[in-house]
């Protein structure tokens, strides 16, 4: 974990344990109205985290440590909206189902893991005091717009509904 220097990356911590929670009350729930809520709830936060992260963390990785970890990270991402999409396909409950989620779940341990014992801290170590600072300041004020934007989405034929990755930043 970060220990004390999680600081700037407290929003991606909060929803690492809420993607957390959620996964463990979807696997537990019977109740098919609140097993949709929760399979909802996962999916807008899954959404949300992908595209903090994407904007924020994304761009400082590619300098850090280059294109290809930060492409790695970008198909992490990939991986668990896909997964994140066939699991509001199939019917809950069913084997399939079941068999989805535990994937999924299993695929957001590792990505907490890795983020918080490996990237994150890589990143602190690699940025000045000031770069830290802005980047708390940027993550808060992308989480706002991409959580405002989530609650009010864009009239049909505007905006994307996912932003391209830039590898270049």
Excluded: K, N
């Excluded at 991606?12 to 949709?36: F, G, I, K, P, Y």
């Excluded at 600072?133 to 609650?151: M, N, P, W």
């Amino acid at each position: 974990m970060l220990g004390g220097m999680a600081g700037p990356f407290d929003i991606l911590l909060h929803q690492h344990r809420e993607l957390e929670a959620l996964l463990e009350r979807l696997a537990s729930e019977s109740d098919t109205e609140e097993m949709t809520h929760g399979q909802e709830a996962l999916a807008r936060l899954l959404r949300l985290h992908s595209r903090l992260e994407e904007r924020c963390v994304q761009p400082l990785l590619t300098r850090v440590e280059g294109r290809a970890r930060a492409r790695e990270e970008a198909e992490d991402h990939l991986t668990l909206r896909e997964l994140m999409e066939e699991l509001q396909e199939l019917t809950p409950r069913g084997v399939e189902w079941q068999a989805r989620l535990f994937t999924l779940e299993d695929q957001v341990v590792a990505h907490v893991q890795a983020t918080e014992q490996g990237v994150l801290p890589r990143l602190s170590a690699s940025l000045d005091a000031d770069e830290l600072e802005e980047l708390g300041h940027d993550l808060a004020l992308t989480y706002e717009e991409l959580l405002d934007r989530s609650q009010h989405p864009p009239a049909p034929g505007r905006g994307a509904l996912l932003e391209p990755l830039h590898w270049d930043a």
